[in-house]
């Protein structure tokens, strides 16, 4: 586990996370204080996706025009998916767990956007299959090929 050392009073500093993860936990921490301030579900659910689209109009260019063409992708592919920020992400959740998110190459300096999915998406295939693809273009193939990939994220397990 990192080590706290104290600078001064109200300065520490944490042996083993960067600058970024750093950042990213206290992303995660706001997100969290967030959600508890919403009302209903469908307001919780409003304030989330706000969030999501307000975050990805703060991406540097190339990151938010890819950021744009996937969340407008998933949200026609699988409109049943809940969005909301996720570490700072876009993250789109199925029934309350998350299902797959978008990483921009900004978030800790990566050469290329990353679209995610977590254990709860169905591509199991075989004994091995990939869990995360880099995206550097949504050209149509690709995104015809991301569509597949949450078709069948979602789908039941067969």
Known sequence: MA??????D????YDGFSEDERAAM???AAELKAAKKAGTAAEKAAAAEAAVVEKIAELPDG??????????LVKATAPGLEPKLWYGMPTYAKDGKNLCF???ASKFDARYATFGFEATANLDDGT???????ITELT???AARLAELIKQAISDPA
């Not at 080590?3 to 001064?8: I, L």
């Not at 109200?10 to 500093?13: I, L």
């Open 140 to 142: 149509d193939d690709a």
């Open 63 to 72: 990151d938010r025009q890819l950021a744009e063409q996937v969340h407008a």
């Open 10 to 13: 109200s300065e520490a500093s």
């Open 128 to 134: 091995m299959w990939p869990t995360a693809y880099a």
């Open 3 to 8: 080590k706290a050392t104290r600078k001064n």
């Open 102 to 104: 978008f990483q921009p």
């Open 26 to 28: 206290k992303q995660r």
